[in-house]
């Protein structure tokens, strides 16, 4: 956390804490108050942070000391998993925590009560000593503070229950609300329980917010958090932390701080660790002392000591500075031709074959300046034009890294007040250009809050749209000046500035002055105290409207600098709007902005207003921030009415055109989007003039006609619920909005935004009243309340022997109990190790990759020759100096390590250069230069379709498909037959299994669809699915090196397959396997994207290791790794289902195409998923399903969670949505109407035994108030025209086992130590999932030990040898089994000891048995039984069991903009009895999350047929910046989870069952009720029956399926927009 003293930044910062990993601040020195807030490590330079304090996540809390109250809360709230994330959440929070305590002691000194803020609570206090409360921040300030961080693993949802603990918050608003909510959660699925706890059946709530004990609630316990407000089972001290007097929810809850404060007489039992939420008089973190310099954070814990140093600079004036050689500055200056713009400079782009005009010696002589003062700010711009101005480094860090950037200087502006200070006029509000974007948001709620709103509309449309601006870390350091002089065509902040007509200051030196070379900052201090005629400064002003002159151009003369801008304040009768639409909500770049001002004439009962002046202001559909000139001057003097809004709409869409080429594509959507603007904007002012006259006092006719229509009304909204409740399925319509006229079978609609030619007469008239009550709901933002949740599980039975001495922690049980991860605090404090963090020796190198930008060429050369002359380059490594193979591969070997004549997808390794550092390595590769011969590529499965470009399955003898086949024996009686079947003869036709495989042909399935008798209707459809990015935080690393001179080689890697590592790399090298040891101590994340494509880092760079006889390292740069490394493969479906009227199937056909890429990598395995998954949980007597891999020139896809499951489910719903829509009933009928029944024998031969579908079915049906939930739901959509509401409810059934058989086995190696101590190992890799938790907790259940006592370092080959990759959610079955075998031998070898010994710990038996020498050291081994599937028969049982589960999603949608909420979520799983409910728990929410992110957030772009705009083959989102994963904000609000309770699974260890990737599929039920509600949108538009909606389903592909009036002008009702598949 960076801190500084007021007065050396903008003097505004807002205090939000976000960023990774530390905090940057400013304030005023006078009073000596210091202000902290967060930024970006990765962009933030250095020099910026002279003068400030620095924290990072290491100097709060440390594993050797104690955890910061922050971290024991986020560790026991189990919101680590991988860890690599979580140091940034937790400097976020402290960042925040800190600004908070600051702002409400700043406060409070002066004296000053604040009021609640606009945006969420403010400091309550305001007496000199602030109270506890006073110095939380709220639930909204702490979503806000993390909207900057990402995290792939947790879901956010145990975060911000976490961070939740430290909001202030009403406790006895919240207990009453929750307590109530959990007796009712539990009521629903609870069973009895004795006196003395939970019985093996009970399923009451076992747990909230994954505190461990017995099944009753926290209510019932009587404890209730005074934080959160829930009800806490927990009330217990960990053993971990009972010397600290925490609670074991990090002082957060719990009776040690709860009800003793309570029962104390104010006194906190926790030590004040409660954060000042028990309330007690005498709290540690109530009276925490506002001493500067040694301040004190909530919880009473002593936060680093600011500098003295620090603040007695604060009391001296600020000082200039200069860093660099200014003198080679100077000449380079002296030889370069410059510009008149700060933004088009003469800088050339490097690339991967182009050499770059500045050289790294260039580079490593950068200066670095920090003007004081405006003058020498001037001065500095003027002796050095080429220099670059910089603030927080936002823009210029992003261009430095990506594109190349070399500047010469940097001129550091942060430190101006001149050019930062804001203030008010009686005009209007100027703001320094070097303001923060915090500060400016600030200021503008400031303004709302103390000024009349009619003046402060504009700030109020700022202050929103800066809301939704990047993440609170950028705000905090960037400018106002920043982001309008990059003149960007998606600025939120510039439309703003040109329709509230602000206006810029602009400020040079004159000529005269300027011609004085400025050389030093001595120099330009000199200039301060020069006479002002001698250095005259020139000012000007530019209206924002004038100043944007296209693309990154702008009105900024030569030495000129923008120093302020003027924003007026609005007018009476004059309204003013900012919209924006991104793909995600928080911390995403706009696709479409808008800023729409209208001023009008009053109001009156005669006549609607008339426009007097606006401005319609629109960015992302243009080069440059564009005003729709010609609708402005068309709507000069009209009324505002119905009438005006159709004829404005008509010319604003002749107006803004977007050509299908353009960039950034969607040009549909876009251009819709444009027309909602405009429209959600008529309508607001509408409806203001609308109330401003209701508001008048109404004539007697005028009130009796109102009254009238007030009771037509009712009584038609009674009808309309009447008509609901009947089930007839039509509701209430606005009268004249719409018209539907049907004749056979063909249905007309006539849709009109007006809604008749004499509503403008008379506003006062109820009957003619515009907009009507339904066109309201576009006016409305969607809620989006603080997300909270519910976890629900059953207790495990005791285990046998688990009460005995040495059995476990307190209770005995250790198996069952939600355990934290192993290494939660490790990563909480920032000292987990992952790959990168591997220490080097001296002589180490670093590679970096030379990739193909071609996607299909031959090699013509490759010149290093640039790249040799670069600082610290070694030598450049390619397929020639292989001394191995050069070929390797998953499954065939079809892949090179190096491209030796051919490239064949953009991405591929060409060669690698090692440096002598990672900066110069990546810069000597990006000056090698390769020249191509260019080759037909094909890009889209559709392109391979027609050419024929498919790959072959490996071990088929050539071919390229693959059939699943089902038919039923005996024949498929018709319904009437089986009406009449008596019980006996319907069981006996049951046992009687179906023909499947080989012995079916197609054309059984082709009759059965062909015979109206079985088949009396028949839907056929298509759907595609998108790519997903892994993006693991933790990109691809590896440190390989040689040992004894080559004769070993050792690496440590990010992978989750070590042996694969191993095999590889031996085979490079051509050495044997027994020389190379691969080694994986965590990964920060992989999700089967460090399966195989890992292997391309560590093979690359394996080579110059073994080459230079040195160790080398390469870790890649995001971008670099998803070109790389592949993604989840697209899909393209299609299905032909033949069903009764009634929706019962009996016959299904599908063809399932994945785009494989370039190679085969594991895609054969992901499609026989995708085909034996593409029943779900249906069944259909008569199946054919067919795959095929079609061949690309694109990086290679690989595993990703789910293996291709989801893909093949997500086609088989779509044809269960098309036959639900074509008989007239809900998707959730006919899924349950079609469930598989128990020993169903499905479409590849495996009988389903053991499947609890029908029973989840119902119980999450009941838990979940579907019925309920879905009348209201209707009732709703009825009522609201432009928002509507989903809600479904999706099955899933996941197969666990390898496909392959021989990888389901694993082996472990356990030891006791005399001591009594275990150490693990096995060999999986542990990537966040709870791997080696789950394991340690086998290994300490079965030798009865504490958790404590067992440890698990890493995974090694040398340890266990040939091991399967972490993968296919069996890793807990595998090597948990493992590690229970080896446990349970030496259990077995020390059972003779024990006995005589009884009295004895462990630590003492395993003393005497080493003495006795019994092997205290056992191995376990484990293969799965019982699978094996033969394709030559399409005939076999692949997986030993399935997991089962179901998930109910609940949705309101924007119809106008396609965005979305999810204010609930209910999920129930099967997860046999679980090893550790909070990790299953935590496993369920992040893939529940990531399967939403893949459904509908997450799309990728490449260059192909659907995005020409993007380089052929290239990915254009490469990057965060382009590519969105779920956000904190994207969660569903409401989130519960349950674990099906009584569901023993006898296939695995200790009765579990996997939990890895089933869960996944459930997220796409946010995708089904996002079209529920599309349906509901579609029908007021008229439209009727199926539609298509591919994945992911985007806020574009939402709004085009509405199909409306809107929309209608730039697509049909029937369109599919692009998609990269």
């Known amino acids: 956390m960076v801190s500084r003293v007021d007065g050396e930044g903008d003097g505004h910062g807002d205090g939000h804490g976000d960023g990774d990993g530390h905090g940057d601040g400013d304030g005023d020195g006078r009073t000596s108050s210091i202000r902290h807030c967060a930024v970006n490590a990765c962009l933030a330079p250095l020099y910026s942070v002279e003068g400030a ?236 002392p506002a001493v500067e310099g040694l301040e004190f954070d909530l919880l009473g814990v002593s936060e680093p000591i600011f500098p003295p140093e620090l603040l007695k600079r604060s009391q001296e004036h600020p000082m200039p500075l200069c860093l660099g050689d200014t003198t080679y500055l100077q000449q380079q200056q002296n030889s370069a031709t410059t510009t008149s713009s700060i933004d088009s400079i003469a800088t050339t782009t490097t690339s991967a074959n182009s050499t770059s005009s500045s050289s790294s010696k260039e580079r490593s002589r950068v200066v670095w300046f920090r003007p004081v003062t405006l003058r020498q700010l001037l001065a500095l711009r003027a002796a050095f034009p080429a220099a670059k101005l910089v603030a927080g480094n936002t823009e210029v860090g992003v261009e430095m890294r990506f594109k190349g950037l070399s500047p010469p200087a940097y001129i550091h502006v942060a430190a101006i007040p001149a050019v930062s200070a804001i203030s008010q006029s009686e005009r209007g509000i100027t703001v320094g250009a070097g303001a923060s974007l915090s500060s400016l948001r600030a200021a503008m709620l400031a303004a709302v809050g103390c000024m009349p709103a009619e003046k402060t509309a504009v700030c109020a449309a700022i202050a929103e749209q800066l809301r939704w601006f990047a993440g609170v870390q950028i705000r905090n350091v960037a400018t106002l000046a920043g982001n309008i002089v990059t003149a960007s065509p998606i600025s939120d902040l510039n439309p703003i500035l040109i329709a509230a007509n602000a206006t810029l200051h602009l400020a040079r030196l004159a000529p005269q002055a300027a011609d004085v070379a400025v050389v030093d900052v001595a120099a330009s201090a000199d200039v301060d105290k020069a006479q002002p005629s001698a250095c005259p400064i020139e000012e000007r002003q530019v209206a924002a409207r004038d100043f944007f002159k296209g693309y990154r151009k702008v009105d900024l003369r030569e030495g000129e600098v923008l120093t302020a801008v003027f924003i007026p304040w609005t007018r009476p009768n004059e309204h003013i709007m900012a919209y924006k639409q991104a793909h995600r909500k928080d911390d995403d770049i706009a696709l479409v902005n808008a800023a729409l001002r209208v001023l009008l004439t009053p109001a009156s009962q005669d006549a609607p207003p008339t426009v007097l002046d606006c401005s319609l202001v629109f960015g992302g559909v243009a080069a440059t921030t564009v005003s729709a000139h010609r609708t402005q001057q068309w709507l000069q003097g009209k009324p505002w009415s119905q009438e005006t809004l159709q004829g404005a709409l008509e010319v604003l869409r002749e107006e803004i055109a977007i050509p299908g080429n353009a960039p950034g594509g969607m040009p549909e959507f876009r251009r819709s989007l444009v027309s909602s603007f405009f429209f959600k904007f008529f309508l607001l002012v509408a409806h203001r003039v609308t109330a401003q006259l209701q508001a008048q006092p109404q004539s007697g006719a005028q009130a009796e006609a109102a009254a009238d229509a007030a009771a037509a009304e009712a009584e038609a909204d009674a009808e309309a619920e009447a008509d609901v409740a009947a089930g007839s399925g039509t509701g209430k319509g606005e009268k004249g ?12 609609t006539i849709t009109s935004v007006n809604t008749s030619s004499s509503s403008s007469s008379s506003g006062r008239d109820a009957t003619t009243v515009w907009p009507p009550p339904s066109f309201l709901s576009a006016l409305d933002t969607l809620p989006r309340p603080y997300p909270r949740g519910m976890q629900a599980w059953e207790a495990r039975p005791l285990a046998e022997g688990a009460a005995s001495e040495g059995g476990g922690e307190e209770t005995g049980q250790v198996v069952g109990v939600p355990a934290v991860h192993l290494s939660a605090d490790l990563q909480v404090t920032g000292e987990a190790e992952y790959t990168d963090d591997t220490a080097l020796p001296p002589s180490a190198l670093h590679g970096a990759l030379v990739l193909s930008t071609r996607p299909h060429a031959r090699i013509l050369s490759i010149d290093h020759s640039e790249a040799a002359t670069c600082p610290g380059f070694v030598g450049i490594y390619g397929a020639k100096d292989v001394p191995g193979s050069n070929r390797f591969g998953a499954v065939e070997h079809d892949e090179e390590v190096f491209a030796s004549e051919m490239v064949h997808c953009v991405g591929q390794i060409i060669a690698v250069v090692v440096a002598d550092s990672h900066d110069n390595a990546r810069a000597a590769a990006k000056n090698v230069c390769v020249t191509y011969e260019d080759l037909p590529a094909t890009l889209t499965i559709q392109a391979a379709l027609a050419s024929g470009s498919f790959h072959k399955f490996p071990f088929s003898g050539g071919l390229t498909e693959r059939n699943l086949l089902r038919v039923p024996t005996p024949a498929t009686k018709t319904e009437a037959d089986e009406k009449n079947d008596t019980e006996a ?167 399932l195409v994945s785009n494989a890429g370039c190679t085969l990598d594991l895609s054969a395995a992901v499609l026989e998923r995708a085909l034996f998954h593409c029943d779900s949980v249906y069944a259909a007597p008569y199946m054919h399903a067919k795959g095929r891999m079609a061949r690309t020139h694109l990086p290679s896809n690989t595993a990703f969670r789910g293996f291709g499951g989801p893909q093949g489910m997500m086609v088989v719903e779509s044809a269960v949505d098309h036959v639900a829509r074509s008989v007239g009933k809900t998707p959730e009928e006919i899924r349950f109407l079609n469930l598989q029944p128990e020993g169903y024998t499905l479409h590849f031969g495996q009988p389903l035994t053991h499947n609890p579908m029908h029973r989840i079915w119902t119980q999450l049906l009941h838990s979940s108030s579907f019925e309920e939930r879905r009348r209201e739901v209707d009732s709703y959509n009825m009522g609201s025209r432009w928002r509507k509401k989903g809600l479904a409810m999706i099955p899933t059934k996941f197969g666990i086992s390898f496909t392959a058989k021989f990888l389901n086995q694993g082996g472990a190696l356990v030891h006791v130590y005399t001591d009594g101590t275990v150490l693990v190992t096995h060999g999986g890799v542990e990537m966040g999932q709870g791997l080696h938790t789950k394991c340690a907790q086998i290994a300490a259940q079965t030798l009865g030990v504490p958790l404590s006592s067992v440890f698990i370092s890493e995974t090694s080959t040398d340890k266990v040898p040939n091991t399967s990759p972490t993968a296919a959610s069996a890793s807990s079955d595998i090597y948990g089994r493992a590690v229970l075998e080896a446990c349970e031998e030496i259990k077995r070898r020390m059972e003779p000891i024990r006995q005589q010994y009884p009295q004895e710990t462990f630590g003492q038996v395993a003393d005497r048995c080493y003495r006795e020498r019994v092997n205290l050291s056992a191995q376990g081994f484990f293969a799965t039984p019982n699978i094996g599937f033969d394709w030559a028969t ?125 869960p996944f599929f459930l997220g796409s039920s946010v995708m089904w009720a996002l079209k529920d509600a599309v349906y509901a949108a579609r029908k007021d538009a008229g439209h009727s029956g199926f539609f298509r909606l591919d994945s992911p389903a985007t806020p574009e592909r939402i709004r085009l399926t509405c199909a409306d009036e809107l929309t209608e002008p730039f697509c049909g009702p029937n369109t599919v927009p692009r998609l990269s598949v």
Request: with cysteine; charged share 15%.
């Open 1434 to 1558: 399409a005939d076999g049982s692949p997986f030993a069991y399935f997991t089962f589960g179901a998930a109910v999603a609940e949705v309101a949608v924007d119809v106008l903009t396609g965005e979305w909420v999810a204010p609930r979520v209910d999920v129930l799983m099967d997860v046999g009895r679980s090893l550790n409910p909070a990790i299953d728990i935590g496993q369920i929410e992040g893939a529940f999350v990531q399967g939403m992110g893949w459904s509908v957030i997450e799309e990728s772009k490449w260059g192909d047929s659907a995005h020409p705009w993007v380089a052929p083959g290239s990915l254009f989102t490469c990057g965060p910046g382009t590519y969105k994963i779920p956000a904190a904000s994207d969660i569903p609000t409401d989130f519960r989870v349950t674990l099906l309770a009584d569901s023993p699974n006898p296939h695995a260890v200790l009765s579990s069952k996997a939990v890895g990737e089933p």
């Open 53 to 288: 304090a620095v924290v990072t996540v290491e100097g709060i809390g440390s594993t050797r000391s104690r955890l910061h109250p922050v971290q024991a809360a986020l560790s026991s709230s189990h919101g680590s998993q991988c860890g690599f994330c979580t140091p940034g959440f937790v400097m976020s929070m402290c960042a925040l925590l800190r600004a908070s305590a600051s702002k409400a002691r700043a406060t409070a000194a002066a004296g000053v009560a604040t009021q609640k803020s606009p945006v969420g609570d403010g400091p309550l206090s305001g007496t000199s000593h602030p109270s506890s409360s006073s110095l939380l921040p709220s639930e909204a300030e702490i979503e806000e503070a993390i909207s900057g961080n990402l995290c792939r693993c947790t879901g956010y949802r145990p975060i911000l229950e976490a961070f939740r603990t430290f909001a202030r918050a009403d406790a006895a608003a919240y207990a009453a609300d929750a307590s109530a909510g959990a007796a009712a959660y539990a009521a629903a699925d609870a069973k009895a329980a004795d006196a003395d706890g939970c019985t093996d059946g009970c399923n009451a709530v076992s747990e909230v917010s994954a505190a461990a004990g017995c099944g009753r609630t926290g209510e019932e316990n009587g404890a209730i958090c005074p934080s959160t407000g829930l009800p806490c089972a927990c009330g217990k001290v960990s053993s971990a932390r009972r010397n600290e007097g925490t609670c074991c929810k990090g002082g957060a809850c719990g009776s040690s701080c709860v009800a003793a404060a309570a029962a104390g007489g104010g006194k906190c039992a926790s030590g004040g660790k409660c954060g000042g939420a028990c309330g007690g008089s005498s709290c540690a973190a109530a009276a925490a």
């Open 737 to 748: 909005t719409i018209t539907t006229t049907t004749t056979g079978a063909t249905t007309t």
């Open 985 to 1151: 003869e319907k069981k006996n036709a049951q046992s009687i299994a179906p023909r499947v495989g080989a012995s079916v042909s197609p054309a059984d399935v082709e009759t059965a669809l062909a015979d109206v008798s079985q088949c009396p209707l028949v839907a056929e459809g298509e759907v595609a699915m998108g790519g997903q990015e892994h993006f693991y935080l933790e990109p691809n690393s590896c440190v390989v090196w040689p040992v004894d001179g080559g004769r070993e080689v050792h690496m440590v890697c990010s992978t989750q397959a070590p042996t694969h590592h191993q095999k590889d790399v031996a085979s490079v090298l051509g050495i044997p396997m027994h020389r190379v040891v691969s080694r994986v101590k965590r990964l920060g994340g992989g999700f089967g994207g460090k399966e195989t494509r890992s292997v391309l880092v560590a093979a690359a760079a394996c080579v110059p290791a073994w080459r230079l006889n040195r160790a080398v390292r390469m870790t890649l740069d995001r971008d670099e790794d998803m070109k790389v490394t592949g993604q989840r493969h697209p899909f393209y479906g299609k299905y032909k289902v033949g069903f009764t009227p009634e929706g019962r199937l009996k016959a299904l056909q599908i063809l």
